[in-house]
């Protein structure tokens, strides 16, 4: 990304008192932002506040290309950070007790705020095992539209048929996982058998097996366990798909999955000089996202015989000699072309192949009764392998850049949700491919109707 593409951001570094009124102009746009993160108005005007602060205390030594993506990007990383230290401080394990009582008492679901989750989330990963990750992984990564069915089977290397109860065993995981998280806390109430498995704990995931299998033999922590699960049900899995994407701290091509649903659902609508560009604040992250292998080197062939290069044999005598004639040696091989001669091959640009599947569904709609997304997939190859490939989204008067990642040699992304406004259009799709040599390629897959549905 950069100032001269998209001819919007600040193509240089600010000093204090320009951050100071940078934060100023957009203060109202980040605190409604924040405040749709976090879920409450009083930790949205905190972290806004720290935003500030942060920028005073250090400012970036960077240019900023886009102002709203940099002030999103720092108040999400504020609030990752906080979500983490709340979850390792000793008082966040009665605070959560209490909040899993209070939301099992209650009949309506869906009052629990993101951080809320995320507190949640980030007690349970040290309790999850590694393939428990990667199922999370896998389940968010197909309720966000990225993967199907049969392709998230194929990633945790399940049949199709097991597939949905692996899922429907994963709410159970992670509510143990949390309770479990819960039970280690250093608190008067933590049981003597727990205590124990916690002075034992091994690798990843084993102290959450510790501390189920030790709660299966105690009375007393089983119950507690009994008393809190709903109310883990009901903060975890209530909560969007992307918020819980972009918080989560996975591996292999899984986190790859996860980091696009969330640049895709977490995307902001930026206006600049008359025009709208909508640009997804997860965008930082996705560098993170696991690079296609690069290409094997291929075996390169001897240059053509030219003219110049072909060694004449001298002329036979009339006279036969009775001798045998010396074998002579093989020739050298001619010197190695000029730089550039034999660049051509290095130069090709990439190719994208797309099928008539390329896009999933032709339509989507923006009112939730119907598919709101569609999943885009190409296959993109080059001779010195693929630095990058994006694709972009035109509607109306908006231009919406997403990164495309790859998993098992097939780059995805996702088109859509779109707001209201929007409905009656059509979304223009293309892909561009950049390769390692610097060439690229770019490939128009057709349009997507937004409908008022």
């Not at 968010?140 to 692996?166: F, H, I, Y």
């Not at 649903?261 to 996202?289: F, K």
């Amino acid at each position: 990304m950069s100032a001269e593409i998209y001819d919007l951001g600040i193509p240089r570094r600010l000093s204090r008192a320009e951050l100071t009124l940078l934060c100023q102009q957009n203060r109202a746009w980040l605190l409604a932002y924040c405040q749709k993160r976090v879920g409450n108005q009083h930790d949205a005007e905190d972290t806004v506040q720290a935003v500030f602060e942060k920028l005073q205390r250090r400012p970036p030594r960077h240019p900023i290309v886009n102002s709203r993506v940099f002030l999103a990007t720092v108040a999400l990383n504020l609030i990752k950070d906080a979500a983490r230290s709340e979850a390792r401080s000793p008082r966040s394990a009665s605070y959560a007790m209490e909040l899993l009582d209070q939301l099992a008492a209650e009949d309506e679901v869906g009052k629990t705020s993101s951080l809320d989750a995320k507190r949640f989330i980030e007690m349970a990963k040290p309790m999850l095992t590694a393939r428990q990750l990667d199922v999370l992984a896998c389940y968010l990564a197909l309720e966000g539209g990225v993967l199907t069915e049969q392709e998230a089977a194929l990633e945790l290397k399940l049949k199709p048929s097991a597939l949905r109860g692996t899922f429907q065993r994963l709410p159970e995981d992670v509510g143990e996982a949390i309770v479990a998280a819960t039970l280690s806390a250093d608190d008067s109430m933590r049981c003597p058998g727990v205590t124990k498995a916690v002075r034992d704990a091994g690798p990843h995931g084993r102290l959450g097996s510790r501390i189920n299998r030790h709660v299966k033999s105690c009375t007393v922590c089983r119950e507690r366990q009994a008393e809190t699960l709903e109310g883990v049900h009901k903060a975890v899995f209530v909560v969007p798909i992307g918020m819980l994407g972009t918080f989560l701290t996975l591996k292999k091509t899984a986190s790859a999955a996860v980091v696009a649903v969330a640049a895709v659902t977490s995307a902001l609508i930026i206006t600049h000089g008359g025009t709208t560009t909508e640009q997804g604040v997860a965008m930082p992250v996705t560098s993170a996202r696991i690079a296609s292998p690069a290409a094997q080197p291929e075996n390169t062939t001897p240059p053509p015989v030219t003219t110049s290069t072909v060694v004449t044999k001298p002329p036979v005598a009339t006279t036969v000699s009775p001798a045998p004639q010396p074998v002579r040696p093989p020739a050298p091989p001619p010197p190695p072309p000029p730089a550039g001669h034999g660049q051509a091959r290095a130069g090709e640009p990439p190719t994208i192949a797309a099928g008539p599947d390329a896009i999933e569904y032709r339509q989507i709609g923006t009112r939730g009764r119907c598919r709101s997304s569609t999943r885009v997939k190409v296959g993109v190859t080059a001779p010195d392998g693929v630095a990058s490939v994006r694709m972009s989204v035109h509607v109306r008067d908006t231009t919406l850049a997403i990164p495309m990642f790859n998993l098992g040699g097939t780059w995805y992304s996702q088109v859509g949700p779109f707001p209201h406004r929007y409905a009656g259009h059509n979304a223009d799709v293309t892909v561009e491919a950049v390769g390692r040599n610097g060439q690229s390629a770019t490939k128009s897959l057709g349009s997507v109707a937004v409908t008022e549905c």
